[in-house]
């Protein structure tokens, strides 16, 4: 197509006037013809049904029938007057009611003449209504030529007001597609449009905007949503390739000593399945010369250490240094004390850094780790401290990702001459088709399978009135030996309520569980770090037996004493982090429970997060359902989300599109890296105008 044409501003199509340019531009952001060919309809009408009035459902949808108008009234009421008409067909009877404009109605309204009704039913009082339905006679309506499914496009209430109704975009559409002639460039291959029988883009444009039948809008709109994923896949799987291209890294040629030696001697169990798959994966990223940039996906307990400790000894038997960052001092100290027995017996030295380690051990690690007889350094952001310089880091492993900024991870780069291999690691999963459109340009391993063993932590919802019950099962729990967690929220927004809430909470359960015979931690946010670790290392050691808390301790925390996690005002978290809580519990062999306590009001949305917690206990399982409640947006924070300003596409729905067009994409990319084939020509066009413009539709067609 002329793109000439495509990018002429939207003032000169005919029937738009400066006026509504402006406000087109205003409320749609249509700049152009482009801009307007572009605006999909959000849904259909579906205009082929007529209903019977004995088949209407109580469903609120719009709908036609076919029927007479027998009676009509006018009626007061409160402000003014309405209009009532009596509709019937052969199977009932219905009302269409008119608040405005009676006059003009019923001087055309004909009784006893077939009519076909279009509009939004009521029920109310055993029988439907139709407020201000389109009515046509019967015999203009088959007459006219309207499409049988009518576009809906995206609109305002101030493009409604000032009068560019969907009517009018409609006709605009028309208008601009008689001038544009239907002959818009294609922009897949022609193998892509065989092997898919995806339909050209030509007809697919068209049949968006004025659909011939039902079978034409879905292949229009299976080709859209296929182009506009397709090419976010190939924007994101060619930066993948670009980076291992460009950012060299050191390869670790070998397996050696340390791992062989730990593999054979020292694996305290079996690996399973998932663990040494996704072992395997990381050893071939760092045997390449490309720098490894991978996440590492897996649910709370699934065994995430084990990889993190067996790449670290592929970095050592290369001769490097690895380090291991975590997002507060408690899990630092966890990590560095499930490592340093194995480290012990390998004779790695192993080193912890954290804010309160003390000055002169801060030299001793500063020296050791520059002259390179420091193997293994564990610790917080201290890590990130300019005095902080390695001798050779080979492998930086960055646990529980989400509390650390993408700068702050670019700072261990900066510590050598190579960027070391990074991998990254978090318990919070999310659905793998939204990872693929949002980290695609990382690489993504999955430990989709938990350690043998590992009992189910019971779940169960509970009503605030049942707690006395909740309490008793605590004290039997804690007879037992056990230790218990109680969480409250705090949400930033209603900091002083909860806040509120989380002391008058504590002060009854010390109420319920006195001393001697009982100890409790308390720990939120406005305490100091100091004691904040004071308090759960005395929960951490067995010395008390409750932990009162706010949700500071949902981040990786290990004690597997404790058994039961109990959730206050549960229905206020999201579905993320009920999971992550629970996930604090079921670490030991005994088994866990998770209690969720609410009030008696919930939301639907609350009703669907306790049902699926209570359901289920696979993460991924979870982040699924927790996608469709929030969305994409929500669940990833806004930075990232603007990957997923889709405009046809629906990353929850079109999941099945989004797999086959990242496939195709990345068998074009590894065929034909730099698209040069004349075959790949449209896409390389394409795919120059999308780097260009940063809009997947704001090509040329
Ligand atoms: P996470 O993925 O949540 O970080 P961890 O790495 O802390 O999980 O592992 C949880 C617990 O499971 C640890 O006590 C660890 O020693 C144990 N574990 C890890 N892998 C296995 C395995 N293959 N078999 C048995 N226990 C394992
Ligand atoms: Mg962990």
Redesign the pocket.
Known sequence: MNSNFLQTPIDYLKGVGPNRAELLKKELGIQTFQDLIHLFPNRYLDRTKYYKIAELQRTNAEIQVIGKITYIKTVDQKRGKRLVATFTDETGQMELLWFRGHKWIRENLKLNEPYVIFGKTNWFKGSFSMPHPELELLSAHEKSLRSAMQPVYPSTEKLVSRGITNRVINTLMQQLFSEAKNTFTESLSKTLLDTLKLLPKKDALFNIHFPKNNDLLARAQYRLKYEELFYIQLQLIRKNMLHKAKIKGYPFKKVGEYFNTFFKDHL?????DA?KRVIKEIRNDLGSRAQMNRLLQ?????????VAFMSMLIALDNGFQACLMAPTEILSVQHYN?LHELCNSLNISLYLLTGSTITSKRKEIHEKLENGSLNILIGTHALLEDKVKFKNLGLAVI?EQHRFGVAQRSKLWRKNEYPPHVLV?T?TPIPRTLAMSVYGDLDISV?DEL???RKDVKTVHRFDANRLKVFRFLKDEIAKGRQIYIVYPLIQESEALDYKDLMDGYESIIREFPRPNYEISIVHGKMKPADKDYEMNRFIKGETQIMVATTVIEV?V?V?NATVMVIESAERFGLSQLHQLR?RVG?GADQSYCILMTSHKLSADAKTRLETMVRTSDGFEISEVDLKLRGPGDLLGTQQSGVLNLRIADIVKDTEILKIARSYARQILKDDPTLAKPDNQPINFTYAQLVKYKNIWNYIS
């Open positions: 305290p169990f079996d690996l399973t663990q897996g649910d709370v307990g699934s065994g995430k250490t084990m499930s646990d690691m318990a430990i350690p043998p063993g990786g290990d597997s996930g670490r």
